[in-house]
């Protein structure tokens, strides 16, 4: 996969500042320090895209951006462009905070997972090293009750061992009632292209 285009779109809290409905959405959520910048980056194959999430007044706002991917084929030929958004959600960080900030961050996600006509997959990172937490627990479940089955990442997974890698994720998955966790490292670029494609089928992009 090569991306080819990786725009910042914009920043938006609240419907009405959301960037026109276009090309399918794959948002991301997780516990802050989980990894979700370095993952996006990844993903986009930009060093720094993420960094407008983390801007000072942008971390506690969605953060739209949109990516064109071009897929090689094995003879090396180009299939046409496909264009997906990413959507940075902000961390749950926030909701330990206090009361009123909590009540805005549910009810701004709330409204964005189960409203946004373009939403087509929903990614919860959790560490893969320390597996899901409370919080984790609850954001899954949540997003389930809205109708958004969410593909569940572990992140960092350099940090475990090669040969304890399996056994963690099928014990992730088993304490979190769901069939699969997906690996992912951003630090040694592991599992990028299994992520890429399970949010293309998800999102219809890829048959
Ligand atoms: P965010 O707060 O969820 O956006 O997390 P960041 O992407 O900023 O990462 C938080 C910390 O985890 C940073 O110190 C990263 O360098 C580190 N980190 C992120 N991804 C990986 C990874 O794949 N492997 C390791 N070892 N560290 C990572």
Known sequence: MIVTRADFLKSATNEGEYPEAGAPEVAFCGR??????????????????ARVSKTPGRTRLLN???LD?????????KKPAKTVRLVDLPGYGFASGPRE????????????????????AFVVLIDG??????NDHEMIEWS???????????????????????????KHAAAL???????????????????????????????
């Open 101 to 120: 900030e909590r009540k805005r961050w549910k009810g701004m996600i709330e409204f964005y997972l189960s409203r946004r006509e373009p939403l087509r």
């Open 177 to 207: 009632h769901i069939p699969a966790v997906l690996p992912f490292g951003a630090k040694e670029k592991l599992g990028v292209n299994e992520l890429w494609k399970a949010l293309l089928l998800e999102t219809g992009l890829l048959p």
């Open 64 to 66: 739209f951006f949109e």
């Open 69 to 77: 991917l071009v897929e090689e084929t094995r003879s090396g030929a």
């Open 32 to 49: 802050s320090n989980v990894g979700k910048s370095s993952c996006l980056n990844v993903l986009a194959q930009r060093t720094h895209l």
């Open 144 to 170: 389930v009750s809205l109708g958004k089955k969410p593909i569940v990442v572990a992140t960092k997974i350099d940090k475990l061992k090669s040969s304890r890698r399996a056994a963690a994720l099928q």
């Open 129 to 134: 090293e320390i597996g899901p937490q409370p």
